[in-house]
C-alpha cells in the first residue's frame, strides 16, 4: 500500500490502515517525544495524544510536503502540550536562571555521539532549555517557529538557545565520561 492509499484509508477511519500508519511511524515519533518529554511515561502519554490528533486531523494534511513531518509537527505539540500537562510550565522553566558563565567553546559532533547518548545528556538540561535546545537543533525549527509554537518572542528564543547551548557544553564537559562508562 502506497503512502498516499495509506492515508486514505486513515482518512476513512480503517483500523488495519491506522495500526500500520502507527506501527510505521511510531518508534520514530516516541524518540521526538523522548526528546521533550521528562521521562518514558510521559513520552508515551504524548505518543498516544499525538496520535490521537494525527487520526483526528488526517482529513486536514494537504499532500503538500512531507506527511512524515505532518506527523512530527503533531507529535512536538502533543509533547509540549505533556510537559504542560506534567505540572511544569515551560515558561517557568524557559526563564529558569541557571548560573553558568561558561566562557569556553567547544566542538561536539553530534554524528560522532549515538542517538541514545544525545538523548540522555539532553535530559541532563533544564526542561525549558531541552525544548529550545531540541527544537532548534534537532527538529531544525526557525526561531520564528519556536516563538509561535511556544508563544514567546524571537528574542527569547534565541537567549535560550544561547543559554542552552552553554549550559550543555557545561554538561558534556562534566558528565560525558562518566556517560560513557555506563554503555
Not at 523522548?34 to 488526517?58: H, M, P, T, W
Not at 548560573?99 to 567547544?106: D, K, L, P, T, V
Not at 508563544?151 to 544561547?162: D, G
Amino acid at each position: 500500500m502506497s503512502e498516499n492509499e495509506l492515508i486514505q484509508a486513515c482518512i476513512e477511519n480503517d483500523p488495519r490502515s491506522q495500526k500500520q500508519l502507527y506501527d510505521t511511524y511510531s518508534r520514530q515519533m516516541y524518540s521526538i517525544c523522548l526528546r521533550y518529554c521528562k521521562d518514558a511515561a510521559s513520552a508515551n502519554d504524548a505518543l498516544q495524544e499525538g496520535f490521537i490528533n494525527v487520526f483526528k486531523g488526517i482529513k486536514s494534511y494537504k499532500y503538500e510536503g512531507s506527511f512524515v513531518g505532518w506527523i512530527r509537527r503533531i507529535i512536538v505539540n502533543a509533547s509540549l502540550n505533556q510537559i504542560k500537562l506534567d505540572r511544569k510550565t515551560l515558561s517557568e522553566e524557559i526563564n529558569e536562571k541557571v548560573a553558568s558563565n561558561i566562557s569556553y567553546e567547544m566542538e561536539f559532533d553530534f554524528h560522532l555521539e549515538g542517538y541514545n547518548h544525545l538523548v540522555r545528556l539532553l535530559d541532563l538540561l533544564p526542561q525549558g532549555y531541552k525544548v529550545i535546545f531540541s527544537m532548534f537543533v534537532i527538529d531544525e525549527m526557525s526561531h520564528a517557529e519556536i516563538a509561535e509554537t511556544l508563544n514567546i518572542t524571537e528574542s527569547t528564543s534565541r537567549s535560550q538557545l544561547f543559554k542552552a547551548r552553554k549550559y550543555f557544553q557545561k554538561i558534556i564537559k562534566e558528565q560525558a565520561p562518566q556517560l560513557a562508562r555506563t554503555y
